[in-house]
């Protein structure tokens, strides 16, 4: 079983940067994906980030593209998400997730067997 913790979240003014750190406990398959998803207020859970285990492939939501950037440590069971140019739409619940296996889409939240509580993020204008 997959413990996940995540970490970081805090309030910041747009145009600052934060990092979130997703603590891994158990085994992570190298054919699994690792992610970020947020759920802003009033809006659905949406996918942010997603890394491949084996390969290292980052992915990225179009509405982070260039501005955020997925990692995972070098003890393999830390996932980064480092948040820069923040904005006031990136206020949301910040959750890590962990796939079991290889995924068909990285960026469908209901493939993901392992979530944690998440972290709140809050960037005022």
């Known amino acids: 079983q997959v413990q996940l913790e995540e970490s970081g979240g805090d309030s910041v003014q747009a145009g600052g940067s934060l990092r979130l750190s997703c603590a891994a406990s158990?085994?992570?398959?190298?054919?699994?994906?690792m992610a970020w998803f947020r759920q802003r207020p009033g809006k659905e859970r949406e996918e942010v980030a997603g890394i491949h285990t084996g390969t290292g492939v980052a992915l990225y939501a179009a509405s982070v593209q260039g501005r955020f950037r997925i990692s995972r440590g070098d003890d393999r069971n830390t996932l980064y998400l480092q948040m820069n140019s923040l904005k006031p739409e990136d206020t949301a619940n910040y959750s890590c997730?962990?796939?079991?296996?290889?995924?068909?889409?990285?960026?469908?939240?209901?493939?993901?067997?392992?979530w944690g509580q998440g972290t709140q993020v809050t960037v005022s204008s």
């Open positions: 997730a962990l796939s079991s296996g290889p995924l068909d889409r990285w960026n469908r939240a209901s493939a993901y067997n392992f």
């Open positions: 158990g085994y992570i398959s190298n054919t699994a994906w």
